[in-house]
């Protein structure tokens, strides 16, 4: 028998649900993109099923390995079921289920980190590495882990939450409700809080300009740009999160000793500092033995999620294909 050609590779955002019909080699032959529903977790579902639809039109249903989801969500990976979901509505809606019975395709579910980790390591910047970090900067911070030429999961599938490891003891609150973590201090949403406090006070005079005066309309670019313009707050602020950032990379080469760490994500993906930063306080502070300890950007841009959900849809419909494989 012949192998299937193509799989689906959906990307569950915040925002926006991005779907790519993916072939072997990594690349997207038809894709679509649409903003994430916010009127509950069926409209969200529907409008999986709806992104999967319109990329396989045109593929027989014989080509197709099957559909896997990136999700932003603590999903229990033997299960497939979602545990936790901080920005959509989804926290134990049978998603895999009801995505699987509707298109009559095998789906499995994964967390949107991990899902970058398997993109980037079959087609992107950690290539041919047997053990590597992957951190997607954006509003949260998120993470996956490659570990011994696979992805690591952890027990249940909750491991890899680089965002959620203390950076400062009694600090700042975190998204997730635990207070000094990672996440609240270089994130797209610990920037923009900083970005908007700065913007109160008088120094903070060029970030509120750059924002027309409307402190809620400032966004994690408006504080790029006014580091670009030479803004000594906004550079402070910036170095900072990038500072903190750099020192939890540390921490992560202590603890599982990489090949390289790979920083991706749309805020990663805007400035080098996060490369820079962590690169720098490797070579300074880990422990011995461990300075040549490689950051890279992320090569796969903001089709990393799609891209390695298909990829992930393809290991799975191998394994269930060829076990010997
Ligand atoms: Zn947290």
Redesign the pocket.
């Given at each position: 028998m012949s192998l299937a050609s193509y799989a689906v590779g959906v990307d569950v955002g915040g925002t926006k649900i991005s779907a790519g019909l993916v072939d072997r080699k990594g690349r997207v032959v038809a894709g679509t993109i649409a903003s994430t529903p916010t009127e509950g977790p069926f409209a969200i579902v529907d409008s999986i099923i709806d992104a999967v639809r319109a990329v396989t039109r045109d593929a027989h249903p014989s080509e197709l390995a099957g559909a896997a989801l990136g999700l932003p969500a603590q999903i229990d990976w033997h299960r497939q079921t979602i545990e936790f979901c901080t920005n959509l509505p989804l926290a134990g809606v049978d998603v895999h289920g009801v995505v699987q019975t509707r298109l009559n395709l095998p789906v499995v579910i994964d967390n949107d980190g991990e899902v970058a980790a398997i993109g980037e390591a079959r087609f992107g910047a950690a290539k041919g590495a047997r053990d590597f970090l992957m951190i997607t900067m954006g509003t949260g911070v998120g993470g996956g882990l490659w570990l011994g030429g696979r992805p690591y999961r952890g027990s249940r599938g909750f491991g890899g939450?680089i965002?959620?490891v203390l950076v400062e003891f009694e600090g700042l609150q975190?998204?997730?409700?635990?207070?000094g973590?990672?996440?609240?201090y270089a994130s797209r949403h610990a920037l923009v809080r900083d970005a908007r406090e700065a913007a109160a006070t008088y120094r903070g005079a060029a970030i509120k300009r750059l924002a027309n005066d409307d402190l809620d309309a400032i966004t994690d670019d408006t504080l790029l740009q006014a580091v670009r313009e030479g803004d000594e707050l906004a550079g402070e602020i910036l170095a900072r999160a990038a500072e903190i950032f750099g020192r939890a990379m540390v921490g992560m080469v202590n603890l599982l000793d990489p090949q390289l760490i790979v920083v991706g994500g749309g805020l990663g993906q805007k400035t080098p500092v996060w490369v820079e930063a962590a690169d720098a306080a490797i070579r300074r502070e880990a422990l011995a033995g461990r300075a040549d300890v490689r950051v890279v950007p992320a090569e796969l841009g903001n089709d990393a999620g799609v891209i390695g959900a298909g990829a992930l849809a393809f290991d799975e419909y191998d394994a269930r294909e060829e076990p010997g494989l």
């Open positions: 939450e965002g959620h975190c998204p997730c409700g635990g207070f973590h990672l996440e609240a």
